[in-house]
């Protein structure tokens, strides 16, 4: 896997997923992704990423130790719609739903929905409500 170049700076560096049936999930997270507009980073014998995802086979040389279970993962939105256009295409392509876009209690603007990708694991998709960022990301390009 050769990597020219990778954003940094956000709250998650990589989090990775090892997936039973890894085309079912490839679908799955090509179609959740792109409706996050995050592009698809490539793919391997075992694998693929996307930014700070990684999705391998239990058997991929990156996956080491037992299968763990279920995890939550959160991606950003930029603004409601995007929430919205992420649990219609996760529904759209192998995905349960896990709670509906709406406001949560956790702060105030905290829009997110909810489904569970083909494995069961939780996957988020939130938008913080009107906020001032420093920058977008930190591109390090190699």
Request: net charge negative.
């Amino acid at each position: 896997m050769e990597t020219m170049e990778i954003h940094r700076g956000r709250l998650i560096d990589h989090l990775q997923l090892v997936v039973r049936d890894l085309p079912k999930a490839q679908t799955f997270y090509t179609a959740v992704l792109a409706a996050l507009q995050v592009p698809m980073g490539g793919t391997g014998e075992g694998y693929f990423w996307a930014d700070e995802l990684f999705v391998s086979t239990a058997d991929s040389q990156a996956a080491q130790g037992h299968l763990t279970g279920r995890h939550h993962l959160a991606f950003q939105a930029k603004d409601r719609a995007m929430v919205e256009a992420f649990h219609q295409a996760a529904l759209a392509h192998g995905g349960t739903d896990n709670g509906a876009p709406g406001e949560r209690p956790y702060h105030p603007g905290y829009y997110a929905a909810f489904v569970l990708d083909p494995d069961g694991n939780n996957i988020e998709a939130v938008f913080h409500g009107e906020a001032q960022r420093s920058a977008d990301s930190v591109r390090v390009t190699f």
